[in-house]
């Protein structure tokens, strides 16, 4: 899915530390100013697993209005020694942050897997790696994300030097939680920022637990905080008069609301990453094997919880009944490897929650009057929220199914004749965020690629994303990028700074 690399690597950090959290101990304060602190909001977040139902912890802290105050005046007081501290140093936090945490990856996953329900082997290890990469690519930055600076021919040298913004919060999905802690915190740190993470009220363990690793990695108190809370506390971020960027991931539904409170508080900086209903396209001329191989797990990776998964496939009439049958037989294969998540012989794990599994299990059935059913279409087994990859053939345009993000394991496929046309219904879609062009003639897949409005493009390749290259969409899939110098330049201002040399 991508090429952060597979597996998790074990590594040995300095000293040996003391990570108290696990299934049986789980952090459930708020992390302000370098102590976990109780909530002063009476209201708490319940957890329950979606392996079963059962409940996880019905105590969860819920951060309220007096939190958020507190983190950001925490946070405004920590930034300008922050700003300040000289590049090697938050180079060797960043780094020590990261080794951390590979070092407790196994348990941080452990920590989002009780409420995620993602199998360690396939996406659990990946987004813990992510976020380990993240923070070490970060790193890398810091003394090399120069300014600019403009001749003097006029009588005034231009210097443009890249400011942080001050105090900024990243408000993330559950869908892959510490993966999004890596993109945001990341670059926000390295660029001199504070940074508030508000974790999903799905998923609040692993981002919880991480106030042990940051205060142990050695980062000022204030600098790196983390606030348990839901849409309320996210609301308190985005409206806050003092936060001077918002990156945001999640719905697009959300994201609306973020930009307006962003726009009607202090017009705070936002960076938008959204949602996607994205597309593959295949030519006659395509490897099906490979093609095969990358639709499959671009929809059922994650159980289908991935913002930029292949959901709309398309097949030239040339190959589509070869594509039809290989592509059914390598879900139907994928979905014998649904099951418990503990497990290490499971691909794929349960849906997150009962919300979702009845919104997916909804598209679901209302699919089967839309269109085709060529797989799947139900659920696994009687308890706990899991589902069959599924798909549905000749789908119309307009059709629900071929309309919106489900957010599960479940395709549209359809056949089309001319480059021309699949062009065009490609881009028949309010989302933009990925596409996938599978041929062997380059100079189609690259006319393709250009002529598709989307973020994100993969030849011969779908689904994926790279820290070194930027990361987001267009139309309703958001605004602004992550990763590579362009997550840098989304959490700084540039200051010209103007020199008379004429008098
Ligand atoms: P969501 O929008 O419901 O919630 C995301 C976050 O926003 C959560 O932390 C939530 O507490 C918070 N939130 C909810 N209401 C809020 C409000 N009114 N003000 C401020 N914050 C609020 O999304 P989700 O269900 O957690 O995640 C699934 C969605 O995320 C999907 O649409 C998916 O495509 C998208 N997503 C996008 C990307 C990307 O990079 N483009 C990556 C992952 C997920």
Redesign the pocket.
């Known amino acids: 899915m991508s090429h952060l690399g597979a597996s998790l690597k074990e590594a040995v950090v300095g000293s040996a530390s003391s990570f108290p959290w696990n299934k049986s101990n789980l952090p459930k304060q708020l992390f302000i100013n370098n102590e976990y602190v109780d909530s002063k909001n009476d209201k708490k977040l319940e957890l329950y697993s979606p392996k079963d139902g059962s409940e996880v912890a019905k105590d969860v802290a819920l951060a309220g209005e007096h939190d958020v105050d507190a983190a950001v005046a925490a946070a405004q007081a920590a930034f300008p020694g922050w700003k300040k501290t000289p590049p090697t140093v938050k180079r060797d936090l960043l780094l020590k942050f990261a080794n951390l945490l590979e070092a407790h990856g196994k348990t941080l996953a452990e920590l989002t897997r009780l409420t995620l329900g993602a199998p360690f082997g396939s996406f659990g290890s990946f987004e813990i790696n992510m976020a380990v990469e993240s923070f070490r690519y970060f790193a890398g930055w810091i003394d090399k994300f120069a300014g600019e600076s403009y001749p003097q021919d006029d009588g005034f040298m231009k210097i443009v030097r890249n400011e942080p913004l001050g105090v900024t919060a990243g ?6 939680p510490l993966g ?1 802690v890596g993109m945001k915190a990341g670059p926000a740190l390295a660029t001199g920022n504070c940074f508030i993470l ?5 998923t609040p363990f692993a981002a919880l637990s991480l106030g042990t690793l940051i205060k142990e990695a050695g980062f000022p108190p204030g600098v790196f905080q983390v606030l348990s ?7 308190l ?2 409206s806050h008069m003092s936060i001077r960027k918002v990156s ?8 609306r ?2 930009q307006e ?1 962003a726009a009607k508080s202090n017009l705070k900086r936002v960076t938008l ?4 209903k994205s597309p593959a396209v295949v030519f006659d001329d395509a490897n099906l094997e490979n093609a095969i191989t990358w639709c499959v797990n671009a929809i059922c990776a994650n159980t289908g ?4 998964a292949a959901s709309r496939v398309y097949v030239q009439e040339g190959i589509y009944d070869k594509f039809v049958q290989g592509y059914k037989k390598a879900m139907e294969e994928r979905a014998k490897t649904v099951g418990d998540p503990d497990e290490d012989s499971t691909v794929m794990g349960p849906l997150v929650d009962k919300l ?1 599994f009845e919104r997916v299990t909804g598209f679901m059935d209302r699919g089967k009057s839309q269109g085709t059913l060529l797989t799947g279409g139900g659920r696994v087994g009687s308890t706990g929220f899991f589902v069959e990859p599924t798909v549905f053939t000749n789908v119309p345009a307009d059709a629900e199914i071929s309309r919106n ?1 489900i ?1 599960g394991p479940v395709s549209v496929l359809n056949s089309f004749k001319t480059e021309e046309e699949i062009v065009a219904r490609a881009n028949d879609t309010n989302f933009g ?1 990925m596409a996938g062009v599978f041929t062997q003639d380059i100079n189609k897949a690259m006319r393709v690629a250009s002529d598709i409005d989307s973020g994100m493009v993969g030849i011969n390749c779908v689904s994926l994303c790279f820290l070194t290259a930027p ?3 267009s139309k309703e ?2 605004t602004g990028r ?1 990763n590579a110098i362009n997550a840098l330049r989304m959490f700084t201002e540039p200051k010209t700074v103007m020199i008379n040399l004429t008098y």
Not at 248 to 255: A, D, E, L, Q, V
Request: glycine residues 22%; proline residues 4%.
């Open positions: 408000i993330i999905p559950w869908n892959g999004n508000k974790p999903s009220e799905k809370g839901d849409g309320t506390t996210g609301a971020l985005a945001f991931t999640g719905s697009t539904t959300t994201g609301k973020i409170m990453e959204l949602g996607g919880q991935v913002c930029f979702q993000e957010f965020l990361f987001g969409g899939s958001g992550e």
